[in-house]
């Protein structure tokens, strides 16, 4: 039973990821170094390595696994965002809900950053707050890519892309970006289990 | 031989990190450790946490560490990385706000003269506006 849930939840998380670097990359382009796609597509790919590894543990302490695995092998500053976030959820106590948020908070405290800074917590924020109004997968999903089209018309505060100021606006964040690839991907997921 | 403050560089490029640390040799001399580290994973252009604790690692002492960092992911793999030292440990590691080769000279400037950890930071961190 856990076997499955973390197998293809793996494979969710990694194929959204491997399909859409190129985009990640290019948006990296306009307003950061140029990494983002490369960056994450080099944790997934170790996360797919260690699906095995993974498939055995319970759920929650693969999630934590797999972020010291983003932390460990990412090379960008999505490493530890992203490990913050699923390190956080793997130990936080609770529901996935209150396990989510845990993640968030984490995000926030690594990050230094808030929502409005142009950054994947525009898209984390919104989707933590739908999911504690217990909204469906499929408005979580839809609210995850307005939030992130939304981060298009921001003024980056944080990050590499901060020191574009103004000239950030006009292009979506490319952490929002990669954070609703990977909330649609699980929603879907766990909404074709359902 | 009393123990001075040790300096650690990160940057995304190893080049940048191994030259801003013979800088610091030249101008500063060998009593102050020196590590550097810099490149993603695979070699690439970033940094790579196990690498920055390696680095740490290789130059500790209890006087304390300063890092400096270049941009973004070389700031927040650094604190990541701090993190995952011994509690002991975690307090005598600091990152200073500061350009990274001036503030790489400066900070081993002031650790030369046996300051603190906090006297090696501030005077990096003079640097920044």
Same mark, same amino acid.
């Given at each position: ?13 990694v194929r959204t990821i491997l399909d859409n670097a ?19 597509k080099? /944790?997934f790919e170790?996360? $797919?390595?260690? =699906? *095995? &590894?993974?498939? #055995?543990?319970?759920?929650?302490? %693969?999630?934590?696994? +797999? ?15 992203? /490990?913050?976030?699923?390190? $956080?959820?793997? =130990? *936080? &106590?609770?529901? #996935?809900?209150?396990?989510?948020? %845990?993640?968030?908070? +984490? ?34 999903? %839809? ?52 | ?129």
């Amino acid at each position: 039973m856990s076997a499955d849930l973390n197998g293809a939840l793996i494979d969710a998380a990694v194929r959204t990821i491997l399909d859409n670097a190129a985009e990640l990359t290019a948006l990296d382009q306009a307003i950061g170094d140029g990494d983002h796609g490369l960056n994450m597509k080099r /944790g997934f790919e170790a996360i $797919a390595a260690q =699906k *095995a &590894e993974l498939e #055995a543990l319970p759920l929650w302490p %693969a999630v934590q696994k +797999a972020g010291m695995t983003l932390v460990m092998k990412v090379g960008g500053a999505s490493g530890p965002l992203y /490990g913050s976030l699923l390190m $956080a959820m793997g =130990k *936080a &106590e609770g529901d #996935a809900v209150q396990r989510f948020r %845990a993640g968030v908070e +984490a995000v926030k405290a690594r990050g230094k950053s808030d929502v409005g800074a142009k950054t994947m917590l525009d898209v984390l924020v919104p989707v933590l707050e739908a999911l504690e109004a217990q909204a469906d997968l499929g408005e979580v999903a %839809a609210l995850a890519a307005e939030a992130m089209a939304a981060t298009k018309d921001m003024k980056a505060t944080k990050g590499r892309a901060s020191f574009l100021g103004e000239r950030s606006i006009g292009h979506i964040d490319p952490g929002a970006r990669s954070t609703q690839l990977l909330v649609t991907a699980v929603c879907q997921h766990l909404g074709e289990k359902a | 031989m009393t123990q001075t403050v040790s300096i650690v560089i990160v940057s995304h490029s190893p080049d940048v990190a191994r030259g801003a640390a013979d800088m610091v040799r030249e101008m500063v001399g060998e009593e102050v450790a020196v590590a550097w580290c810099g490149g993603n994973p695979d070699g690439g252009l970033g940094t790579d946490v196990a690498k920055i604790a390696a680095a740490i690692d290789q130059v500790y002492n209890d006087k304390g560490v300063a890092l400096l960092v270049d941009l973004g992911g070389a700031e927040t793999n650094s604190e990541m990385a701090i993190e995952m030292l011994p509690d002991d440990r975690q307090s005598k590691v600091v990152i200073c706000d500061s350009p990274i080769v001036e503030g790489a000279v400066m900070a081993a400037a002031e650790a030369a003269g046996g300051s603190d950890l906090a006297s090696v930071r501030a005077a990096a961190e003079e640097l920044s506006p």
